[in-house]
């Protein structure tokens, strides 16, 4: 596949963007500056100081040269190379160009606190910002593609990029009918639903398939080909059944909630057979669409509708079990998280409602870290200033994969704010005390311990004592002082060893 390159000017986001669709999409990241500072074993400012400006754009068209000879990477490129026509015409060879674009208001307040471009380094750098970008305005405008990022956070630039490949893609007819879901809610599609052991469809409001997924097409025994734009009834249900599943399947889009029903289907050898499945409505790109996740059921007969609070739940755990084989030791800590919470939350009263909203967010609170780059979250280190911004960001990621869920909608608030801290100092937003809602409290308490006894790749597990005391230290600072203190005499009285060991000695989900 061809290169994806990105060019614009200073503080467009180029790296941040380059490093972030590197893992959306599983390619090498590239920099052009990096390997110039490398190979001259100084840092730009110092190469510009030292030779000059000419000396450093000779490098940067040589090094331009050589990595276009190679292919299927993300290429992040400096500010100034696309000023010569040689770069671009080498560089569109073997990639496709994104220029990030923002007005120089923007770029100014976004590079003046950094020092390391020698091209600002002037008295006055927000009239070289504009000088600057209107020379090279013509240059920037030969990329094939162009993309505003005023107002937009770095997964969003990303998302709007992947939404570009995949509609280049399609075009080329690819037959993968999931990137019908772009960006970041594709990538939860293309990571967990894609290879569930379960059949997922998810259908227009006309049922029409729009994506499938393996397990799905291995039983109906049907190409993508043959799927797309097809209603799932014509694909699935047997002849004489298909008027009443058509009934079902209006009351389904009316009902308009998560809801369980059965129904005969035939499989790819013409066997018919009852099918139980969970269906819920997703909105994706202001558009509604239903979401089918099924169970064969060889006992059931019924065929009524069966409207059930407990559908939603299931649609939960089918979803999370799912993402067991994507990373076993999130999944576990999910699980472990997810005793702590409620074993805390049963012991202050939390009500019902809250409680279940509580355990599909702790279920599901990290599930952002499928978008993130495993290098980091397995560093065998302490991570850097940049790793660690990279690593917050899972929160976003998580929120954003699981928006479209219609079902999971309660839980997003607890989600964002799990690593908010009791006095302000945490993050996305820096909610503080009772701002951070009760079950998010719960939430970050439970984490925190889960995290401090058990093995992380930087560090030994804490025994239970040391926990206790680096928690009692975080009372009133990141930890709510009550609900820690109620929460460490559980910890003492050891009423959820059996259920946390059970889950360590586990190797797969159930429920
Ligand atoms: C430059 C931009 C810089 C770097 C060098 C020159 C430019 O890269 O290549 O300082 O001419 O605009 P970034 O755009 O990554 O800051």
């Not at 471009?117 to 020379?135: F, G, H, I, T």
């Amino acid at each position: 596949m061809k290169n994806i390159v990105l060019v614009g000017f200073m503080g467009t986001g180029k790296t941040s963007v380059g490093k972030m669709l590197s893992m959306c999409l599983d390619k090498p990241y590239i920099s052009v500056d990096d390997i110039i500072e490398k190979k001259e074993g100084l840092s730009i400012t110092d190469i510009f100081a030292g030779k000059g400006e000419e000396y450093f754009r000779k490098l940067e068209s040589e090094i331009i040269r050589e990595i276009s000879g190679r292919e299927d990477q993300i290429i992040d490129t400096g500010g100034g190379a696309v000023l010569n026509e040689g770069n671009i015409a080498a560089l569109k060879r073997s990639g496709v160009l994104f220029c990030l674009t923002a007005l120089p208001e923007t770029i100014y307040n976004r590079v003046k606190e950094q020092a390391h471009r020698p091209l600002l380094k002037v008295d006055d750098p927000r009239k070289k910002v504009a000088e600057l970008l209107s020379v090279r305005k013509q240059f920037y405008e030969m990329a094939d593609h162009m993309v505003p990022t005023d107002d937009l956070d770095v997964a969003h630039i990303s998302g709007r990029i992947i939404d570009v490949l995949n509609r280049l893609e399609s075009e080329k007819e690819i037959p993968d009918v999931s990137g019908y879901f772009a960006g970041l809610y594709g990538l939860l599609i293309n990571k967990i639903f894609h290879y569930a052991s379960v059949p997922i469809m998810i259908t227009s409001g006309e049922g029409d398939v729009c994506f499938a997924n393996s397990e799905f097409i291995e039983i109906f025994g049907l190409g993508f080909a043959d799927i797309r734009g097809k209603c799932w009834i014509d694909l699935v249900v047997p002849q004489n059944n298909r008027n009443e599943a058509r009934e079902k399947f209006s009351s389904i889009m009316e009902y308009g909630k998560a809801i369980k029903f059965t129904i005969l289907v035939s499989d790819k050898t013409g066997r018919t057979r009852f099918y139980n499945w969970i269906v819920d409505t997703l909105v994706s790109g202001g558009e509604k669409h239903l979401i089918f996740a099924g169970l064969n059921c060889h006992d059931t007969v019924g065929l009524d509708i069966n409207v059930q609070p407990a559908a939603a739940q299931e649609m939960i755990d089918r979803i999370f079990s799912m993402s067991w084989d994507e990373d076993l030791e999130t999944s576990k800590h999910s699980m472990k998280v997810m005793v702590y919470s409620l074993e805390l939350a049963d012991r202050i009263g939390l009500p019902e409602k809250e409680k279940e909203i509580l355990r599909s967010a702790a279920l599901l609170h990290d599930i952002g870290k499928i978008a993130m780059n495993e290098k980091i979250l397995l560093k065998d280190g302490k991570l850097d200033d940049i790793e660690y911004e990279h690593i917050k960001n899972h929160i976003k990621y998580g929120v954003d994969m699981i928006r479209p869920v219609n079902i999971l909608e309660e839980i997003l608030p607890v989600i964002d704010s799990h690593h908010e801290n009791y006095d302000g100092s945490g993050y996305p937003k820096g909610l503080k005390r009772e701002e951070i809602s009760l079950p998010a409290r719960i939430l970050s308490i439970a984490d925190i311990f889960d995290a401090l006894t058990s093995l992380r790749p930087y560090r030994r597990s804490f025994p239970i004592e040391e926990a206790i005391r680096i928690m009692r230290k975080e009372k009133g600072k990141k930890l709510d002082p009550e609900l820690t203190d109620i929460f460490i005499e559980l910890v003492k009285n050891g009423s959820m060893d059996a259920k946390i060991r059970n889950i360590d000695d586990k190797n797969g989900y159930k429920r």
